[in-house]
């Protein structure tokens, strides 16, 4: 069994800047790939940033250059530093590790208001 768990959820106002983090723990095979996706109600979840094995990272349009991902091999972490916050990136974050599987963390809530 994999857990994931992130900290960092909060309110921030727009234009400020929040980082988040995920630590997995457990039974970790191998891992592909880390990153964060997001969820509004009654929306799909969405990918915010991946980053591979290999370094390799990727981003949704709507994050680039305002969001940067990065990782800490030997504790199996990752983060997630967020500027220019917009009110339409309040959402649940959820971590995401795909190894054998994906795995989920239990997800923290982003809200973005003046």
């Known amino acids: 069994q994999v857990q994931l768990v992130e900290s960092g959820g909060v309110l921030v106002q727009p234009g400020g800047s929040l980082r988040l983090s995920c630590v997995a723990s457990?039974?970790?095979?191998?891992?592909?790939?880390m990153g964060w996706f997001r969820q509004v109600p009654g929306s799909q979840r969405e990918m915010v940033a991946l980053?591979?094995?290999?370094?390799?990272?990727h981003y949704a349009d709507f994050v680039k250059g305002r969001f940067t991902i990065s990782r800490n091999n030997a504790k199996n972490a990752i983060s997630l530093q967020m500027n220019s916050l917009k009110p339409e990136d309040t959402a649940v974050y959820y971590c995401?590790?795909?190894?054998?599987?994906?795995?989920w963390g239990q997800g923290t809530q982003i809200t973005v208001s003046s």
């Open positions: 457990g039974s970790i095979l191998t891992i592909n790939a």
């Open positions: 995401n590790l795909l190894g054998i599987r994906p795995y």
């Open positions: 980053i591979t094995r290999d370094g390799n990272t």
